[in-house]
């Protein structure tokens, strides 16, 4: 039987937005970030990370420094009462370099997950903060939501980018999913609305 999965966007979804910090020790979840990740894994989804870190490709980081921030969310997910699936991520500047499937706005990472850990991506949710992730979530073949926080500033609403649904933060996300919080309609920034179903099932 397949699995549903939520997959989260680490830096201004997840976590606090600090451009290409590898160091635990300055790593913040955001407001709510415990209550969310238990709320959505007593829901029985998995829960997985898919996070773009260019930082590799220009020389900032290594790969095997990301060791240690999978290994800081892990016991993060722990400490909230989750657990962490998977952490995925993308080393590459631009989503040519190298036939590059996996940066985001492309769904590779999702695609990756799905086939690594039998996951159902009809029945799946993409969290993000900008519409890069949005547009990875619809073309996999989620259903998405969009953190409202103003990381996004372009708001060019192409059909693979508008989300299912608009929330402030995490924790409304993780409410929404749940089935906790009702859907309503949203008017989306550049003034264009998308009718959002109540339905979760």
Known sequence: MHSRAVFLDKDGTLVQDVPYNVEPGLI??????????????????QLIVVSNQSGIARGY????????????????????????????????????EDNC????????MLYRAAQEHDIDLASSWMIGDILDDIEAGNRAGCRTVLIHN???????????????????????AARLISGSASALQWNLPNGSEKQRSTRYD
């Open 150 to 172: 103003h990381h996004e500033t372009e708001w060019d609403l192409a059909p693979w980018r508008q989300p299912d649904f608009l929330v402030n933060d995490l924790i409304s």
């Open 28 to 45: 913040r979840p955001v407001d709510g970030a415990w209550e969310s990740l238990r709320l959505l894994q007593a829901t029985g989804f």
């Open 61 to 96: 980081f290594t790969e095997e420094d990301l060791l240690a921030v999978e290994g800081w969310l892990r016991a993060t997910f722990e400490a909230a009462g989750a657990s962490l699936t998977a952490f995925y991520y993308c080393p590459h500047i631009h989503k040519s």
């Open 101 to 108: 499937h996996c940066r985001k706005p492309k769904p590779g």
